[in-house]
């Protein structure tokens, strides 16, 4: 079945700077890459997401690019905010899979003031 | 918030002791999902629902039960079987396309933290 891996578990990074987060997948037929946002004690939120009929996507500060060939994408959050901060999660799906999200483990970004 | 409604949001029990969480939506959406969440985990999937009276098993099914007698409804039962049951639960919904396209996002309630002591 899909295995999702991601990268960093933690990330920290100076308000302003940039923070990128990689996920690998593991099936190639994988056509659907959400990420989500999880404040502390809150519910997961769908920020972006790509189709595998596109290499990247943008929407203001955050983008997400894909590379089929190496089966990985990646979020790209620039000019980060304090209120960036939280936990990020990819995830992966394919055709037919009724809608069943294989999640990575998550990345615990902290931007600083 | 954002039309799934999991109820409650802290939840007690006693080793031994069934619970059942609830979970409703009023999106319309034919799909129901129940994921659990610990820490450095990500998040399981544990049953979900394409329709009404169906339902399959997730990675982590065990000692875990649901039903889906309306569209609007998916109550989780967590058992006494469930040898680890303290965590977040959340549950979800989503469209459904027809089969060989993309999938579509997740809308999640804002969960359920379940402690058994």
């Known amino acids: 079945g899909e295995n999702v891996e991601q990268h960093p578990s933690t990330l920290s990074v100076q308000e302003g700077d940039s923070a990128v987060i990689k996920c690998t997948y593991s099936?190639?037929?994988?056509?659907?890459f959400p990420w989500y946002k999880q404040e502390l004690g809150k519910r997961p939120q769908l920020i972006i997401d790509?189709?595998?009929?596109?290499g990247e996507k943008k929407d203001q500060r955050i983008a997400v690019t894909l590379n089929k060939t190496a089966k990985h994408f990646s979020l790209h959050i620039t000019e980060t905010q304090p209120e960036d901060s939280a936990v990020y999660f990819c995830?992966?799906?394919?055709?037919?899979?009724?809608?069943?999200?294989?999640f990575g483990k998550g990345t615990k970004l902290s931007v600083k003031p | 918030d954002g039309g799934i409604t999991q109820s409650p949001k802290y939840l007690f029990r006693k080793e031994g002791q069934n619970v059942t969480l609830s979970c409703e939506q009023n999106?319309?959406?034919?799909?129901m999902y129940w994921y659990r969440q610990d820490p450095g985990q990500g998040l399981r999937l544990i049953y979900y629902?394409?329709?009404?009276?169906?339902?399959q098993k997730g990675d982590i099914a065990e000692g875990y039960s649901v039903s889906r007698e309306k569209k609007e409804s998916f109550p989780l039962t967590v058992t006494s079987a469930q040898k680890n049951p303290t965590a977040f639960y959340l549950c979800?919904?989503?469209?459904?396309?027809?089969?060989?396209?993309?999938?579509?996002?997740?809308?999640f309630g804002n969960g359920t933290r379940l402690t058994v002591t």
């Open positions: 979800a919904s989503s469209i459904t396309h027809q089969q060989g396209s993309y999938n579509s996002p997740l809308h």
């Open positions: 099936d190639s037929a994988s056509n659907y």
């Open positions: 790509i189709r595998s009929n596109v």
């Open positions: 995830a992966a799906s394919k055709p037919g899979s009724q809608g069943n999200l294989i």
């Open positions: 999106l319309n959406h034919d799909a």
């Open positions: 629902s394409q329709i009404v009276n169906d339902f």
